[in-house]
């Protein structure tokens, strides 16, 4: 197994980028926008005007500017953003994989800082912070309404500091406060260990840089530890929110040795792209290792991109709940050497073809949480792509009975989380792949 194309990688993510920066804005190129767009710029400059004269108070041409750039985007839709300053450096240190503060993915929804999910091991999930809950107050200061960068920067800061939240949780009559003590969040995208009866699980938290070559040193580790006799797989792909496309096909052809893996499909020339296997390794680590991937509505963008291609190549077997549904790819175009448009440019398919846009990835057994006391309450306020604002459609169209015909009752999955956690089940999603794979034979779960 050859560790290939990890240069590549790199080079051609920038190379890319570095394109698209340096294509000259041409005198032609203005005049044919100007021709087409002249009159909705007109109304654009005529409002700036009249904000500058009329407005009760002096406004600077900057903040003017930046909440043009900001509406413009956000009539798009939910992930494309205008960065700089501290936003791209926020940017920046998300990939590299470590910073200072709480640990959570957020959004903003009808002005509410909404709580996509904690990161596993952060100082806000060891609080008690749940996917779904609401953050209204920060040391008791008001933030609903206001602007979502903002709020983040406040949770923000110094290892050590705390910062008292107030949460609203469904199901609870009363908002309740949480104080939180910052860490250096050390997002350790990849962790391992070895179950008993040689079944290794390797859980991915998010997709920063070097993901693929992490999950191949903690295969190589799990591999050692059974003395080579490693009897099964789990992939835990549950609440990683996304993030590098490179890493994402990286840790897909590791399980693969043919076919594709993912396609990109955008309208400008150069975003219509097909990653196929042994682009950026060589060989197939876990051959004819039985192997369960692990998703759950946390589970998006990057995690959806690698349990649809083992699935559609019917390596492993998906279990859990259906994932978030961001079937959408960002690029990031600098404007000038301090920002950069995070605009969103194509859209991705499984190898079957098919959009995880809305619809996510559907499991192929689907296994509620058992053991979360919560699980009704937060079935009912779970988030996915389809509930943002703006977001984009699916082609076909999907109909929400379509998509929640996974949360129907089945009956081997009727004990409560208080049955569970007296027989010692804290994880009920993990348990249940653990009691498959010992079950199983090799035929009946690598489907390969």
């Given amino acids: 197994m050859k560790l290939a194309a990890r240069s590549r990688s790199i080079l051609r993510s920038a190379a890319l980028v570095t394109a698209v920066a340096l294509i000259p804005a041409t005198t032609a190129g203005l005049a044919q926008v100007d021709g087409r767009a002249g009159p909705e710029f007109g109304k654009l400059f005529a409002v ?10 002096p406004v600077d041409d900057e903040k003017l500017i930046r909440g043009a750039i900001d509406g413009m985007l956000a009539s798009l839709d939910p992930h494309s953003a205008y960065l700089d300053g501290a936003d791209l450096e926020r940017l920046e240190t998300m990939i590299d994989g470590n910073y200072s503060g709480l640990g959570l993915s957020v959004i903003m ?22 996917a779904g809950d609401y953050i209204t107050h920060l040391n008791g200061k008001l933030i609903y309404g206001g602007d979502l960068n903002d709020a983040v920067n406040q949770m923000r800061g110094p ?9 609203f949780r469904t199901g609870r009559e009363e908002p309740f406060d949480v104080s939180v003590t910052r860490g250096v969040i050390e997002l350790e995208p990849v962790t391992y260990k070895l179950e008993a009866g040689n ?16 999950v191949f040193a903690a295969y190589e580790a799990l591999r050692k530890q059974s003395a080579g006799r490693l009897g099964g797989l789990i992939l835990d792909l549950r609440s990683n929110p996304g993030g590098s496309l490179d890493e994402a096909v990286a840790l897909s052809d590791l399980f693969l040795d043919r076919g594709r893996i993912v396609s990109q499909r955008g309208r400008a020339r150069g975003e219509t792209i097909l ?3 042994e682009s950026m390794f060589r060989g197939q680590i876990a051959e004819n290792v039985p192997m369960i991937v692990l998703i759950d509505a946390g589970s998006a963008s990057a995690s959806e991109i690698v349990a649809g291609a083992l699935q559609d190549h019917r390596r492993a077997l998906i279990m859990g709940q259906r994932s978030f549904g961001k079937g ?5 175009l600098p404007v ?44 009912r306020i779970q988030l996915r792509e389809s509930d943002l604002r703006g977001h984009l459609v699916n082609e076909l169209a999907l109909e929400d009975d379509a998509l929640e015909t996974d949360r129907r009752d089945d009956p081997r999955f009727q004990r409560t989380a208080a049955e569970l956690k007296e027989q010692g089940v804290e994880d009920f999603q993990m348990y249940y792949a653990i009691q498959t794979l010992r079950r199983s034979t090799t035929a009946s779960v690598a489907l390969k």
């Fill in 48 to 57: 700036y005007q009249r904000i500058q004269a009329s407005y009760v108070e």
């Fill in 109 to 130: 929804e009808e002005g509410a800082v909404k709580v996509i999910s904690p990161f596993r091991g952060s100082p806000a999930e060891k609080a008690g912070i749940k």
């Fill in 159 to 167: 290892s050590g500091t705390s910062i008292d939240l107030t949460i």
């Fill in 199 to 214: 079944l290794g699980v390797i859980t991915v938290n998010e997709f920063s840089r070097d993901v693929g070559a992490d």
């Fill in 275 to 277: 990653y196929d296997s």
């Fill in 328 to 332: 959408s790819v960002q690029t990031l």
């Fill in 336 to 379: 000038s050497n301090t920002s950069a448009l995070k605009l969103t440019t194509a859209r991705y398919y499984t190898p079957a073809g098919h959009s995880v846009q809305e619809g996510g990835i559907k499991p192929d057994i689907a296994v509620p949480q058992l053991s979360d006391p919560d699980l009704e309450k937060r079935a």
